[in-house]
């Protein structure tokens, strides 16, 4: 692939500000595109930019502050990085985890996951799509989990929200195809992030790394990647794709299970439905 092939496009990475979206952000911006990033830490947005910089000047780059969840702050973003004209890329990539059980959990930890990564997803699509087809097309990237297909014990939440990005993004496919807006998703398997190697535990971690074919872990840069291909025109072809970025974890049956995180969030409950800590 060319190395500016993103030369003169506009894209939006939700989430930009830290692990996959910053690496998606920086991959995006070596292609030669004029890269978004929101969240909704503006410190945090300023630094990544900053840093980013710092490592290759001829980067384009710009932060601004958006919480995915309020649709209008959304629009404003898309209309910041679409700087006065179209939209080329999104990158719906903000996304967020509530574990617990089901028997344990309420609205509210629904509605995290829900409103972050569905609701999120779903006003990017909104938005970007909304520029997309007044300036000839474009490409949206949704990010889902290889948790959408294959269950994590109490973090029900979280799978049933990227389960139903994956059915979002092929509607929003068929939808869009007319428009010339692609739609795909990516799959990521267990990534070294900062906050899933903090939070996941250490069986979880070997378990990951036994059942990763591939024999390691994956990299924030092999998501960015996969994005970058969706993103420019080596896919021009390809709409309501789901590609799982993952190592070949998903050909292992054994679930993953973080029932130390929800002994954390319901420890009376927990012990008293489930009997103490193994």
């Not at 520029?131 to 990010?143: C, D, E, P, Q, Y």
Request: glycine share 12%; net charge negative.
């Amino acid at each position: 692939m060319s190395e500016q092939q993103l030369a003169g496009k506009t894209a939006l990475v939700t989430g930009g500000g830290t692990g996959i979206g910053r690496s998606c952000a920086a991959l995006l911006a070596d292609a030669g595109a004029r890269v978004t990033i929101c969240g909704p830490e503006p410190s945090v947005l300023e630094a990544t930019v900053a840093a980013l910089s710092a490592e290759n000047p001829a980067r384009q780059l710009v932060a601004t502050p958006c919480d995915v969840t309020v649709e209008s702050q959304v629009a404003a973003a898309v209309a910041v990085a679409a700087n006065g004209g179209g939209l080329d890329i999104a990158v719906a990539n903000a996304g967020t985890g509530c574990p617990g059980s089901l028997l344990h959990i309420g609205e509210e930890h629904w509605m995290i996951p829900l409103g972050v990564n569905l609701l999120g997803t779903a006003y990017t699509i909104k938005h970007a799509g909304l520029n997309m087809k007044n300036h000839g097309g474009g490409s949206i990237i949704t990010m889902s989990s290889v948790a959408s297909e294959r269950q994590t014990k109490f973090m029900a939440s979280y799978g049933v929200s990227k389960a139903a990005i994956d059915e979002l993004t092929r509607s929003a496919a068929a939808e869009l195809g007319c428009f010339d807006i692609r739609v795909n998703g990516i799959r990521p398997g267990f990534i070294q992030t900062e906050v899933l190697m903090s939070t996941t535990g250490e069986d979880n971690i070997r378990l990951a790394r036994e059942q990763t074919v591939l024999g390691r872990l994956g990299e924030p840069q092999d998501i960015a990647r996969a994005v970058l291909y969706f993103a420019s025109a080596q896919s021009e072809w390809v709409t309501g794709q789901l590609l799982a970025v993952c190592g070949g974890f998903t050909l292992y049956p054994e679930s993953m299970n973080v029932e130390h995180l929800a002994r954390m969030l319901f420890p009376d409950e927990m012990a008293r439905d489930f009997g103490p800590a193994q």
